[in-house]
């Protein structure tokens, strides 16, 4: 069974930091891209990053680049998103999400292949 377990979130003032750690088991993790996909309220989900197999190549949405980084530790199986100068806008469910195809997470395209139950990111100004 292929769990994708997030921790890491909570409330933060507008300017802080936070690292959103996944923990997957179940699946071959470095044979998987792996993404970090939020949705604020009342919002569609949306690509925040994603991070290639062997973890050399990172893509961000445009509203975190410099602010975020995405990494992932192969040997643990576990994948990190360290948020900078977080902004209210940051204000969401984070969901961790691996496939095969990287295109799939920027795309956040309804055959995703597995997703983490989300954890709650909010940033109060």
Same mark, same amino acid.
């Given at each position: 069974?292929?769990?994708?377990?997030?921790?890491?979130?909570?409330?933060?003032?507008?300017g802080d930091s936070l690292t959103l750690s996944c923990a997957a088991s179940g699946?071959?993790?470095?044979? *998987?891209?792996?993404?970090?996909?939020?949705?604020?309220?009342?919002?569609?989900?949306?690509?925040? +990053? %994603?991070i290639i197999r062997g973890g050399g190549s990172a893509y961000y949405a445009d509203s975190v680049k410099g602010r975020f980084t995405?990494?992932?530790d192969n040997a643990k199986n576990i994948v *990190?998103?360290?948020?900078?100068?977080?902004?209210?806008?940051?204000?969401?469910v984070y969901?961790? +999400? %691996?496939?095969?195809?990287?295109?799939?997470l920027v795309v956040v395209a309804t055959s995703i292949e597995y997703w983490g139950q989300g954890t709650q990111v909010t940033v109060s100004s």
């Open positions: 069974q292929v769990q994708l377990v997030e921790s890491g979130g909570g409330l933060v003032q507008a699946l071959p993790f470095s044979s *998987y891209a792996m993404g970090w996909v939020r949705q604020a309220p009342g919002k569609e989900r949306e690509f925040v +990053a %994603g995405i990494s992932r *990190y998103l360290q948020m900078n100068s977080l902004k209210v806008e940051d204000t969401g969901y961790c +999400a %691996g496939d095969l195809r990287l295109h799939n």
